[in-house]
Antibody, heavy 121, light 113 residues
Framework: EVQLLESGGGLVQPGGSLRLSCAAS????????MGWVRQAPGQGLQWVSV????????HYADSVKGRSTISRDNSKNTLYLQMNSLRAEDTAVYYC??????????????WGQGTKVTVSS | DIVMTQSPDSLAVSLGERATINCKSS????????????LAWYQQKPGQPPKLLIY???TRESGVPDRFSGRGSGTDFTLTISSLQAEDVAVYYC?????????FGGGTKVEIK
């Protein structure tokens, strides 16, 4: 059974940093691209970032580019999102999601339950 | 960026009746060399993460009931629930994966009339 368990969310002050983690199990982690999608309170879905199965290819939404870094450790079956210079508009539930393929196709067939990030003073 | 526009924002349908959701992209998401539309549909129930329903515009994900169907090509797409069930109450999102940034529609809330 595919499982994705996010952690690392919390309350952070504007300008602060957080590292989100996503522990994966139940599939060949290194064979699939992985992504982050966020949802602000009461709002729709916004794609954040994606990384290929090997980690050799990454893409970011403009809203986080230059402030965030997606990475993965295939030996630990774990996905990360390092977020810096956080702003109030980064407040959201962040979902980790598995891509259908090893390349960055962008179709997400399994999602975690999400971790909540609140940026506030 | 490709803008995805869904309509209506919400709809109320009687149990057993048909529900149709529209999705329009600001540019074509058809990759003509492989004749595939890079368009997916997701369902999100309250308090839950999204669930993939359909990709390639019309390919149903494994385990998704066949009352859910997707169609369309280029810039205009529809998701149809042929016979609405109580468990289908949710918000539905379309998403293009033709190019990054991947973008979602604003969502359509489906309720029981």
């Amino acid at each position: 059974e595919v499982q994705l368990l996010e952690s690392g969310g919390g309350l952070v002050q504007p300008g602060g940093s957080l590292r989100l983690s996503c522990a994966a199990s139940g599939f060949m982690f290194g064979s699939y691209a992985m992504g982050w999608v966020r949802q602000a309170p009461g709002q729709g879905l916004q794609w954040v970032s994606v990384i290929s199965g090997t980690g050799g290819s990454t893409h970011y939404a403009d809203s986080v580019k230059g402030r965030s870094t997606i990475s993965r450790d295939n030996s630990k079956n774990t996905l990360y999102l390092q977020m810096n210079s956080l702003r109030a508009e980064d407040t959201a539930v962040y979902y980790c999601a598995k891509d259908l393929t090893g390349d960055c196709l962008g179709v997400f067939d399994f999602w975690g339950q999400g971790t909540k990030v609140t940026v506030s003073s | 960026d490709i803008v995805m526009t869904q309509s209506p924002d919400s709809l109320a349908v009687s149990l057993g009746e048909r529900a149709t959701i529209n999705c329009k992209s600001s540019q074509s998401v058809l990759y003509s060399s492989i004749n595939k539309n890079f368009l997916a549909w997701y369902q999100q129930k309250p308090g839950q993460p999204p669930k993939l329903l359909i990709y390639w515009a019309s390919t149903r994900e494994s385990g998704v009931p066949d009352r859910f169907s997707g169609r369309g090509s280029g810039t205009d797409f529809t998701l149809t629930i042929s016979s609405l069930q109580a468990e289908d109450v949710a918000v539905y999102y379309c998403q293009q994966y033709y190019d990054t940034p991947y973008t979602f529609g604003g969502g359509t809330k489906v309720e029981i009339k």
